[in-house]
């Protein structure tokens, strides 16, 4: 599960291809919350070229060609497997985006507004879901174009409203993730020997969630489950789900439901289209299903014999990777992430049998102990400002410091020898790694000896060295598992430890270097196995039903990784380790891989040119509101394949002004920094004039923007030149009392902006809890810049997240939420005041509905537009406590409360011309009942129901229903 794999312009994102297990992945489980998120999707100095096949356009940048080709023959070959499995052939070439950004094994695919695949070029990591694979390339494209063949799939009514107005509907996008990943998950493990259907690893999550007690309903797998292990679920449960219906109905019976759902006119109709192919309903035969995986998965742990006695360690479950104790054998060390933090370096102590916290990283990533008791860490950080990487850091556990030794060097899985030597992978290339060497800490950054460069495709893993630091173990991929070898470093001599289909992962020698342990699938679970160096004896050391990994020993005794229902903690054995006969490798069987994958067919290839996907891709026609009345018009916008180059435009007529207007915007990725060109006509209402008068502004803007992005941060500079002419549209009647009407004419700005979010929230979140969210906007105006005026102003807006301390183990996400908005403007506008203050208008609820989000400030317990001014102040507190978490919803209905969670607020502002009066300040107070909702699987928003009560002249009670967050 990965943190990106998002990109603009789609309706949907249907991540893939985790990079590690569910236990492994929670890099997830935290979010960017607000502000500034990056806009281009790629680096500007990567130089696109294009591969042309039959059915598929092919876009990847320098160095990436031969991957590229490798790309190109697979795609073919599952086109010629896949179309008649699905029955759907699209009728226009399928895109591949190619992109060797992220150290991550990840893919994406959208059929709109055009079928496009996003492949990065990271192979499988040996702990994790996807090694179960033949050609990790294969396995990636065939669930990828799975997605692309059944949402491609449209007929009747939405294949003649695409054929109108663009291709924005799939009805079978309207399914749940389960069915979808589902699919995906099942045609990769029927088309190779491969898949996560024939994985031990895969297959032990769902063990442990059924006999474990936490089974998921069909309505909660249907949504995002708020429980381990989450969203993994789709993937995990409605595979084998889909694999049950198969073996119950036919392949057929999938294929008829794809068909029949594409045509339907009413989405998400799923139980009436299920009963037309099969005859049963999804809620009777996944009721059947459980009880069939249930029985299995008894008779498979009755079958395993008496288990071996393990002690857990830790409770936390969810994900934990990497222990490794300290050079004094009293501290082991890991990397925990869970729902409620962001990932930390945990210590735990074998004596006291406590363990804390040392520092916050940023994601899941391997780790050694130096000899000097710091800790070496590999995480992910933004390099070049838009590549996500895995670099070298230094963590003092004493202190709580940390040092970052490399950047963009793409190191993991570190280990270091006693004399300091530092050995690594490394991605050496587009789907290529090895095993580098670094004589000392200091020289990480420089290049390293390469020990050990895979074949294509053939991912190498966790290097170790021997005690004496002559030798080195480490897993390398072949054929159809990960394997054991041990390096010589004085000869270079590599001698095969295992060589079968057993996945034999996670090596380490014993304290006398004799042995190696090791986690194995031998028998169907991953247990600790030992191999004897001389003899090469092997031997099972545990014996468990969930599983067994990373396995160590410190004082004598046996460490591993347990999994259980809850996810991974730290176990050991209780007594001695069982030594066991090891079970023969399993056996695998499943089709041949293409023949095609292996041949030496070579595709053309032509430099990337935007303009055969920048035509036009949608037009819709538009309804809509002015100060006027009501609008009708026409949309249209599009963009090319990789999100270069952007654009839309509007126009529409004015029903009460009787006039046209219009605003057409393009953006260009293609250089840093984005560049923006935009011009419109509109009617504006005008704070501080008459109250029936209206202005027609006619503007021209051009915007650069720079983005500069960390791991868990990011932020945007802005500057822009806006130029503004001014002319009345309706003017009211005038009233001798009344406010006399703006002045007319050419408004010229400058145009400053900067933005910044590092504000953070978890799955088990309600709002965003750690850090904050600012912008600070800078305009001038002067007749140097062609204006009719001269004015300046300031406004800006800072937001800090801050969770209430309280005395329980875990985080209770309570939220207290700190706001503080201002403006000042100077000079003369005209008679027009910049800024207004308000509570919620009651015409916007509809609106605000249909944009799922609450107007970004308010002054709750007063009238909309109550006040305003060449200056404003507002602040506000928000006290936010989650109630329960229901999950409430009916099987494969679209529709789920989730949670249930309360606010209680004070609001107080102030617009106003002149000086600033504290005791002049309006407040408010309240509180709200919000209700996290799904709608149709994908979307959420907060409803908000509450009472606000304005405490000062012209203060009001108020039933407030908004919609979204209000800051």
Same mark, same amino acid.
């Given at each position: 599960?990965?943190?990106?794999?998002?990109?603009?312009?789609?309706?949907?994102?249907?991540?893939?291809?985790?990079?590690?297990?569910?236990?492994?992945?929670?890099?997830?489980?935290?979010?960017?919350?607000?502000?500034?998120?990056?806009?281009?999707?790629?680096?500007?100095?990567?130089?696109?070229?294009?591969?042309?096949?039959?059915?598929?356009?092919?876009?990847?940048?320098?160095?990436?060609?031969?991957?590229?080709?490798?790309?190109?023959?697979?795609?073919?070959?599952?086109?010629?497997?896949?179309?008649?499995?699905?029955?759907?052939?699209?009728?226009?070439?399928?895109?591949?985006?190619?992109?060797?950004?992220?150290?991550?094994?990840?893919?994406?695919?959208?059929?709109?507004?055009?079928?496009?695949?996003?492949?990065?070029?990271?192979?499988?990591?040996?702990?994790?879901?996807?090694?179960?694979?033949?050609?990790?390339?294969?396995?990636?494209?065939?669930?990828?174009?799975?997605?692309?063949?059944?949402?491609?799939?449209?007929?009747?009514?939405?294949?003649?409203?695409?054929?109108?107005?663009?291709?924005?509907?799939?009805?079978?996008?309207?399914?749940?993730?389960?069915?979808?990943?589902?699919?995906?998950?099942?045609?990769?493990?029927?088309?190779?020997?491969?898949?996560?259907?024939?994985? %031990?690893?895969?297959?032990?999550?769902?063990?442990?969630?059924?006999?474990?007690?936490?089974?998921?309903?069909?309505?909660?797998?249907?949504?995002?489950?708020?429980?381990?292990?989450?969203?993994?679920?789709?993937?995990?449960?409605?595979?084998?789900?889909?694999?049950?219906?198969?073996?119950?109905?036919? #392949?057929?019976?999938?294929?008829?439901?794809?068909?029949?759902?594409?045509?339907?006119?009413?989405?998400?109709?799923?139980?009436?289209?299920?009963?037309?192919?099969?005859?049963?309903?999804?809620?009777? #035969?996944?009721?059947?299903?459980?009880?069939? #995986?249930?029985?299995?998965?008894?008779?498979?742990?009755?079958?395993?014999?008496?288990?071996?006695?393990?002690?857990?360690?830790?409770?936390?479950?969810?994900?934990?990777?990497?222990?490794?104790?300290?050079?004094?054998?009293?501290?082991?060390?890991?990397?925990? $992430?869970? $729902?409620?933090?962001?990932?930390?370096? #945990?210590?735990?102590?074998?004596?006291?049998?406590?363990?804390?916290?040392?520092?916050?990283?940023?994601?899941?990533?391997?780790?050694?102990?130096?000899?000097?008791?710091?800790?070496?860490?590999?995480?992910?950080?933004?390099?070049?400002?838009?590549?996500?990487?895995?670099?070298?850091?230094?963590?003092?556990?004493?202190?709580?410091?940390?040092?970052?030794?490399?950047?963009?060097?793409?190191?993991?899985?570190?280990?270091?020898?006693?004399?300091?030597?530092?050995?690594?992978?490394?991605?050496?290339?587009?789907?290529?790694?090895?095993?580098?060497?670094?004589?000392?800490?200091?020289?990480?950054?420089?290049?390293?000896?390469?020990?050990?460069?895979?074949?294509?495709?053939?991912?190498?893993?966790?290097?170790?060295?021997?005690?004496?630091?002559?030798?080195?173990?480490?897993?390398?991929?072949?054929?159809?598992?990960?394997?054991?070898?041990?390096?010589?470093?004085?000869?270079?001599?590599?001698?095969?430890?295992?060589?079968?289909?057993?996945?034999?992962?996670?090596?380490?020698?014993?304290?006398?270097?004799?042995?190696?342990?090791?986690?194995?699938?031998?028998?169907?679970?991953?247990?600790?196995?030992?191999?004897?160096?001389?003899?090469?004896?092997?031997?099972?050391?545990?014996?468990?039903?969930?599983?067994?990994?990373?396995?160590?020993?410190?004082?004598?005794?046996?460490?591993?990784?347990?999994?259980?229902?809850?996810?991974?903690?730290?176990?050991?054995?209780?007594?001695?380790?069982?030594?066991?006969?090891?079970?023969?490798?399993?056996?695998?069987?499943?089709?041949?891989?293409?023949?095609?994958?292996?041949?030496?067919?070579?595709?053309?290839?032509?430099?990337?040119?935007?303009?055969?996907?920048?035509?036009?891709?949608?037009?819709?026609?538009?309804?809509?509101?002015?100060?006027?009345?009501?609008?009708?018009?026409?949309?249209?916008?599009? $963009?090319?394949?990789?999100?270069?180059?952007?654009?839309?435009?509007?126009?529409?007529?004015?029903?009460?002004?009787?006039?046209?207007?219009?605003?057409?915007?393009?953006?260009?990725?293609?250089?840093?920094?984005?560049?923006?060109?935009?011009?419109?006509?509109?009617?504006?209402?005008?704070?501080?004039?008459?109250?029936?008068?209206?202005?027609?502004?006619?503007?021209?803007?051009?915007? %650069?923007?720079?983005?500069?992005?960390?791991?868990?941060?990011?932020?945007?500079?802005?500057?822009?030149?806006?130029?503004?002419?001014?002319?009345?549209?309706?003017?009211?009647?005038?009233?001798?009392?009344?406010?006399?009407?703006?002045?007319?004419?050419?408004?010229?700005?400058?145009?400053?902006?900067?933005?910044?979010?590092?504000?953070?929230?978890?799955?088990?979140?309600?709002?965003?809890?750690?850090?904050?969210?600012?912008?600070?906007?800078?305009?001038?105006?002067?007749?140097?810049?062609?204006?009719?005026?001269?004015?300046?102003?300031?406004?800006?807006?800072?937001?800090?997240?801050?969770?209430?301390?309280?005395?329980?183990?875990?985080?209770?996400?309570?939220?207290?939420?700190?706001?503080?908005?201002?403006?000042?403007?100077?000079?003369?506008?005209?008679?027009?005041?910049?800024?207004?203050?308000?509570?919620?208008?009651?015409?916007?609820?509809?609106?605000?509905?249909?944009?799922?989000?609450?107007?970004?400030?308010?002054?709750?317990?007063?009238?909309?537009?109550?006040?305003?001014?060449?200056?404003?102040?507002?602040?506000?507190?928000?006290?936010?406590?989650?109630?329960?978490?229901?999950?409430?919803?009916?099987?494969?209905?679209?529709?789920?409360?989730?949670?249930?969670?309360?606010?209680?607020?004070?609001?107080?502002?102030?617009?106003?011309?002149?000086?600033?009066?504290?005791?002049?300040?309006?407040?408010?107070?309240?509180?709200?009942?919000?209700?996290?909702?799904?709608?149709?699987?994908?979307?959420?928003?907060?409803?908000?129901?509450?009472?606000?009560?304005?405490?000062?002249?012209?203060?009001?009670?108020?039933?407030?229903?908004?919609?979204?967050?209000?800051?």
């Amino acid at each position: 599960m990965t943190v990106r794999a998002t990109r603009r312009g789609s309706s949907r994102s249907i991540p893939d291809a985790r990079a590690r297990s569910a236990g492994l992945a929670l890099a997830a489980v935290l979010v960017l919350a607000t502000g500034t998120a990056l806009a281009q999707p790629y680096d500007p100095s990567l130089h696109f070229s294009t591969l042309k096949t039959p059915h598929f356009l092919i876009h990847f940048h320098q160095g990436e060609e031969p991957l590229a080709q490798a790309v190109a023959r697979a795609a073919e070959a599952a086109n010629l497997l896949l179309v008649p499995l699905l029955g759907h052939q699209p009728s226009e070439p399928t895109h591949i985006l190619l992109v060797d950004v992220d150290d991550s094994a990840n893919g994406y695919a959208t059929p709109v507004p055009r079928n496009t695949i996003e492949l990065l070029a990271a192979p499988p990591d040996s702990r994790g879901e996807l090694n179960q694979f033949q050609d990790w390339l294969w396995q990636l494209i065939v669930h990828e174009y799975t997605h692309v063949l059944h949402l491609d799939t449209i007929r009747g009514p939405a294949r003649i409203l695409n054929a109108i107005f663009g291709k924005s509907l799939s009805p079978n996008d309207a399914w749940p993730h389960w069915f979808l990943e589902g699919l995906a998950v099942y045609d990769e493990s029927t088309l190779s020997r491969g898949g996560r259907l024939k994985s %031990a690893l895969f297959d032990m999550e769902l063990r442990e969630q059924i006999l474990g007690g936490r089974a998921l309903s069909l309505s909660r797998l249907s949504n995002a489950p708020l429980e381990w292990p989450y969203d993994d679920a789709w993937y995990l449960d409605g595979s084998h789900f889909l694999d049950y219906l198969a073996q119950r109905h036919g #392949m057929a019976s999938i294929r008829g439901i794809s068909q029949e759902n594409a045509g339907t006119w009413i989405p998400y109709f799923l139980n009436t289209i299920a009963l037309d192919q099969t005859g049963d309903s999804f809620r009777a #035969m996944y009721r059947d299903w459980l009880q069939a #995986m249930r029985t299995r998965y008894l008779a498979q742990v009755r079958a395993l014999g008496p288990l071996t006695p393990e002690r857990r360690l830790t409770f936390d479950g969810q994900g934990r990777i990497s222990p490794r104790a300290s050079p004094d054998g009293r501290t082991i060390y890991s990397i925990l $992430a869970d $729902a409620d933090a962001r990932p930390r370096l #945990m210590a735990f102590d074998i004596a006291s049998g406590t363990e804390r916290a040392v520092v916050d990283v940023n994601d899941l990533g391997g780790l050694a102990v130096l000899p000097d008791g710091r800790v070496l860490l590999a995480q992910t950080e933004i390099a070049h400002n838009y590549e996500a990487y895995q670099d070298l850091f230094v963590v003092d556990p004493a202190r709580g410091s940390f040092e970052q030794l490399t950047h963009g060097a793409r190191l993991s899985d570190p280990d270091v020898a006693t004399d300091g030597r530092v050995v690594a992978v490394q991605r050496v290339g587009p789907g290529r790694t090895a095993i580098v060497l670094f004589p000392s800490l200091e020289q990480a950054s420089r290049p390293g000896r390469v020990l050990v460069e895979a074949s294509d495709l053939e991912p190498v893993a966790t290097p170790r060295f021997s005690p004496d630091g002559r030798q080195l173990v480490y897993a390398i991929h072949r054929g159809l598992s990960f394997d054991l070898q041990i390096l010589d470093l004085a000869t270079g001599t590599r001698t095969d430890l295992t060589h079968d289909d057993a996945q034999d992962i996670e090596p380490s020698f014993t304290a006398d270097g004799k042995q190696v342990l090791f986690s194995s699938d031998r028998g169907g679970v991953f247990d600790v196995c030992e191999i004897d160096l001389a003899t090469r004896a092997l031997t099972r050391l545990t014996n468990v039903a969930g599983g067994a990994f990373e396995p160590l020993f410190a004082g004598g005794r046996l460490y591993y990784l347990g999994y259980g229902a809850a996810g991974w903690d730290l176990a050991r054995e209780n007594g001695k380790p069982s030594r066991l006969p090891a079970p023969p490798p399993p056996t695998i069987s499943g089709p041949a891989l293409p023949a095609a994958l292996s041949a030496k067919t070579r595709y053309p290839v032509h430099r990337y040119s935007p303009l055969p996907t920048l035509w036009p891709q949608l037009w819709l026609p538009t309804i809509g509101a002015d100060p006027a009345g009501t609008t009708l018009g026409l949309l249209v916008e599009g $963009a090319d394949v990789l999100d270069d180059y952007e654009y839309n435009a509007q126009a529409w007529w004015s029903l009460g002004a009787k006039e046209p207007d219009f605003a057409v915007a393009a953006l260009t990725n293609a250089i840093a920094p984005t560049v923006e060109l935009d011009a419109s006509r509109t009617l504006d209402l005008v704070p501080g004039a008459p109250k029936d008068y209206v202005e027609r502004t006619t503007t021209a803007r051009a915007l %650069a923007t720079w983005y500069f992005r960390r791991f868990y941060s990011s932020s945007a500079l802005s500057v822009g030149y806006q130029l503004s002419q001014l002319s009345p549209a309706l003017v009211p009647e005038l009233k001798p009392s009344g406010p006399p009407l703006p002045e007319q004419g050419r408004l010229a700005t400058a145009l400053l902006g900067f933005s910044f979010s590092n504000a953070l929230s978890f799955i088990d979140s309600i709002s965003p809890e750690q850090g904050r969210s600012l912008s600070l906007t800078l305009r001038g105006s002067a007749p140097l810049l062609g204006s009719d005026f001269t004015t300046a102003s300031v406004d800006g807006a800072w937001t800090e997240y801050l969770r209430v301390p309280l005395p329980f183990r875990r985080p209770t996400h309570h939220v207290l939420a700190l706001h503080l908005a201002g403006g000042l403007s100077l000079g003369a506008l005209g008679g027009r005041q910049r800024f207004g203050l308000g509570g919620p208008s009651t015409v916007n609820v509809l609106s605000d509905a249909l944009a799922l989000q609450s107007p970004s400030t308010l002054l709750r317990g007063y009238p909309a537009d109550f006040m305003s001014g060449r200056a404003f102040v507002l602040a506000s507190a928000e006290y936010r406590f989650p109630l329960f978490a229901p999950e409430l919803g009916y099987s494969t209905f679209p529709l789920q409360l989730r949670r249930v969670f309360g606010a209680a607020f004070v609001d107080s502002g102030e617009a106003f011309t002149g000086p600033f009066h504290l005791d002049r300040m309006h407040t408010g107070i309240g509180a709200e009942l919000r209700l996290e909702l799904v709608l149709g699987y994908d979307l959420s928003t907060v409803l908000r129901v509450g009472y606000a009560r304005g405490l000062d002249r012209g203060g009001e009670n108020q039933l407030l229903l908004l919609f979204g967050a209000s800051y």
